[in-house]
């Protein structure tokens, strides 16, 4: 077959007259194409926390009148997280902010075998039997119908703050935070879990208490927002940014002893590093056995405890990744069945819960189409859902609502409970539902291409003016830059299973190392054609030289094939 991308290269059609002031032209081409004005663009690239927060979210001076008063009674609270990143830091928030107004607090974290995503009953029931008089639940509760009534039942006030998708029928606890319900005044509606829990936290301690756990409270926020994967826009820039500089100066212990085992060096930990490197670590926990230890580990000062807790999630993202590879082999070959679906669903026994979620990732990378993997354990299976742009998936599900047993999520990713009985149907309902949705145009895999540059722009100079758009993640990727018939060799495998591949790219009078994730079957071919047109990602490496991550390649000419508009020069 030969070389050819993997992906349809998409380049925009904005244009950007008068660049304004202080600002590179590539910097100012591609905000623009991303659908930033001009007047936007300093405030974009500033990435200012808000001092004004703006009207506060519904519920939120109920459930701080309510833990104000419990803290004066001395009441026995309880944070209830969810077990990723998401939840996990979002509690650390939390009990980190009773600390500082010198309350001891309980935490729980569900087992995500034994109990399931969200709030539970029997876990509501513990905690009432242990004298719980107030919980509050963490990126987690909003479709907790049963559990809120139950809860009432107890004699415990239930405070639920999500920041997933609502469904058409809500609970009713105590007090419900959440940016996306109806009504809700509040601007950030794409906060993670961890974003709306420390707006609770901020507003639980006061501007002077919250400035002394400032720097640990955002750098907290900044590991879940990205881990998360919610827009890297608005607020949660702003958040992310300021987390990250908090992280890099003066990491919690627990932060300092993960980042220092993982063989990352502080001052250089970006949204990447918390992507690929930190956010796997911390979901390893809940996705291999129980998440306790990652909670543990982001409250403890103690840095041999620390130390003792981060090697046990490196022993533990080992064995998760190695898990996650016979879960995606395996789920690759019972998607090709259906090469035809409009929405990939595949399920099986043998798959563990915790790592549905990256093989379902992994599949809407190959096919380019919503994908549900599902875990079977018994007559129920649990199902985990990634998706595209022009799919929200949560609200897909709403509309599958009657052949599940419960669901929830965003736009991007969601998970769900099903009869095994009823996965066949649906599959059938889901094809449907994304087929309406994307008005009966087949989804293709895409990559949407920021720029064209000349070779010889790739310079050190270029690295550093595209760090102005960092942090970059979902919502604000990495740029995408296209360059054409450039040299590639020294191309050879790499990785555990031979399945990433790593060259040098000649441009000029420049050579650069290049890595390309999960292309390594592609050695041979991209050794034959010699030169290739490529989509590149720029990134400086530890000493400074400019590092080249391949996101798609194809044979020259592909370009010139696949682009209708033509770039700017």
């Excluded at 304004?20 to 081409?29: F, H, K, Q």
């Excluded at 380019?368 to 599900?397: T, Y």
Aim: net charge negative; aromatic share 4%; proline share 5%.
């Amino acid at each position: 077959m030969g070389l050819v991308a993997q992906r349809r290269w998409i380049m925009p059609a904005q244009r950007i007259g008068d660049v304004p002031d202080g600002i590179p032209a590539l910097v100012a081409r591609i905000l623009a194409g991303r659908g930033i004005g001009a007047r936007e663009m300093a405030d974009f690239l500033a990435a200012r926390v808000a001092t004004d927060e703006g009207p506060p979210m519904r519920d939120l001076d109920r459930a701080v009148e309510r833990l104000h008063r419990a803290l004066a009674a001395r009441e026995r609270i309880v944070v209830y997280g969810d077990y990723d990143v998401d939840g996990i830091a979002g509690s650390a928030i939390l009990v980190r902010a009773f600390r500082q107004l010198g309350a001891v607090v309980g935490a729980y974290i569900p087992n995500r075998y034994e109990e399931g995503y969200g709030l539970n009953g029997e876990a509501l029931r513990k905690l009432a039997a242990d004298g719980a008089r107030v919980v509050v639940s963490v990126d987690c509760g909003v479709t907790a119908v049963r559990e809120a009534s139950l809860a009432r039942e107890l004699g415990i006030d239930l405070i639920i703050t999500d920041h997933h998708h609502p469904p058409a029928v809500l609970p009713e606890p105590y007090a419900l935070v959440n940016p996306r319900r109806a009504g809700d005044p509040s601007p950030d509606k794409d906060l993670a879990g961890a974003g709306v829990a420390l707006v609770l936290a901020r507003h639980l301690l006061g501007e002077l208490g919250y400035a002394l756990r400032e720097s640990e409270l955002l750098q907290l926020c900044a590991l879940a927002t990205v881990a998360d994967v919610v827009p890297l826009r608005g607020a949660n820039r702003a958040l992310t940014r300021a987390g990250l500089d908090a992280l890099n100066k003066a990491p919690l212990t627990g932060v300092r002893a993960l980042v220092e085992r993982a063989g990352l060096k502080l001052g250089g930990v970006g949204a990447q590093e918390i992507g690929f490197v930190l956010g796997p670590r911390l979901n390893a926990a809940g996705r291999i056995a129980d998440a306790e230890d990652a909670l543990r580990l982001l409250l403890t000062e103690d840095p041999a405890e620390a130390k003792d807790l981060a090697e046990t999630l490196e022993v533990r993202n080992a064995d998760r990744q190695e898990l996650t590879r016979l879960v995606v082999a395996a789920a690759r070959e019972r998607a090709a069945e259906r090469p035809d679906a409009w929405a990939t669903v595949v399920a099986d026994p043998g798959w563990s819960a915790g790592i549905v979620g990256l093989a379902a990732s992994r599949l809407v990378e190959d096919y380019g189409r919503p994908a549900v993997v599902i875990a079977v354990d018994g007559a129920e299976g649990k199902g985990s859902c990634r998706s595209i742009a022009g799919v929200h998936i949560a609200e897909a599900l709403d509309e599958c609502d009657d052949i599940l047993s419960k669901h929830g999520g965003h736009a991007m990713a969601a998970g769900f409970s099903v009869p095994v009985e009823r996965i066949g149907e649906l599959s059938e309902r889901l094809d449907e539902v994304v087929r309406r949705r994307l008005a009966g145009v087949r989804p293709v895999p895409s990559l949407r291409v920021d720029a064209e540059i000349a070779a010889e722009a790739l310079t050190s100079r270029l690295a550093l003016e595209l760090a102005t758009l960092e942090p970059c993640g979902a919502g604000n990727p990495r740029p995408y830059l296209l360059v054409r018939d450039v040299r590639v060799y020294d191309i050879r495998q790499v990785g555990t299973d031979s399945d990433h591949l790593r060259c040098k790219i000649t441009v000029g009078r420049f050579t650069f190392d290049a890595m390309a994730f999960r292309r390594g079957g592609h050695a041979a071919d991209m050794t034959d054609a010699g030169r290739v047109d490529a989509v590149v990602s720029v990134g400086t490496g530890l000493r400074g030289f400019v590092e080249l991550e391949l996101r798609d390649f194809g044979p020259v000419g592909t370009a010139a094939r696949m682009l209708q508009e033509p770039v700017l020069a």
